[in-house]
């Protein structure tokens, strides 16, 4: 059974993969053999195997996103490539970067020391109350722009609220007005069908070890053939091992020195699993579970979504807000009392609850989920 394949610690129900996704054992084990292999013979590995594992771990990934390998660089998680992107996107002074009210706190802070750096500015732009219209939201975006905006950035799955944003719509009409996107992916990878090219962003930024379940610090950068120039890396070191030297933008992340590259080399091994499980499998189970969490917690503790139930607008994650106006010990009583995993996230001054949905999970957790919310909001 493909449960079978994930391992959690017998105390935990773990409801949390949005944050942190444990690897499946295929991974672990992927892993465990290169670490033991550098450990064993470092010369053999670093010298002889690595650049050609790396690249063809990348292959791997290229296909599977339906893109050209020379358009993608492993970085060890989405923050880092985003940091890329922002180290090396040429704003000028009263350039403007578009970011939502619904941005990753981290992404908020790269592009805020972007823009203070070019004497630039961040405007933030203001997404509807609730989600059913599709170009309701698009328009929202752009509505902040302006003649001297540059970029957008954007979540393909937005971190604090868990909504799928439509972002290929959006790369269209940001197009048509000479406006670069920047996509954070972290969520998206094996909940949506990614086909990076036909976006149509300039930049998309992703973590392999959130919900494709690769190893812990495996990410990418993804890069249109247009901006290739652009790019620099914020570390510089040979990019290749010499004789050989960097000829391409991506070249200058092979070689970083000492730096442990298993979780790349894990990549492929990550989405043979889930070919072999079958995204759609995985689909249907997680957002099954989404939907039952999200029917019990507005039915039996009047929680309130942000979104149409539909899985346009949510896949894996249920989130909803909880009638309580102070929510702040919540997720750290739930773990020591229930030993359940889930974050309780305050977002525009309100409380909300992200409950992920994952193969190994089931509605036996759920149920216990409830009974700890209704046990705890019972005396607030």
Known sequence: MPHSLWTIRADTTYLNHGSFGPPSQPVIEARRQWQEQLDLQPMEVFVRQQETALLAARDRLASWLSTDPTNLAFVDNATWAMNVVAHSFPLQPGDRVVLTDHEYGAVERIWQRAAAKASAEV??????????????????????????????????????????????????????????????????????????????????????????????????????????????????????????????????FLWLGTRDNSAFLTVPVAIDVFEQIGLENFRDHSHSLAQYARDRLERELGCKSLVEDDPAWYMSMAHLELPLSDASGLQQQLWQEFQIEIPVICWQDRWFIRVSCHLYNDESQLDKLIGALKSLTSNP
Do not use: M, N
């Open 123 to 252: 405007v933030q732009a203001t997404l509807p109350a609730y989600f059913s219209d599709a170009q309701q939201v698009v328009d929202a975006i752009l509505e902040a722009c302006d003649a001297r905006t540059r970029l957008i950035v954007v979540s393909q799955i937005t971190s604090p609220t868990a909504i799928t944003l439509p972002v290929a719509l959006l790369c269209q009409e940001a197009q048509r007005r000479g406006i670069v996107v920047c996509i954070d992916g972290p969520h998206a990878l094996v909940q949506l069908d990614l086909s990076l090219d036909e976006l149509g962003c300039g930049f998309y930024t992703a973590s392999c070890h959130k919900w494709l379940s690769a190893a812990f610090g495996s990410g990418f950068l993804y890069v249109a053939p247009e901006f290739h120039s652009l790019i620099e890396s914020p570390l510089l070191s040979w990019g290749r091992i010499p004789p050989s030297e960097p000829v391409a933008w991506h070249d200058e």
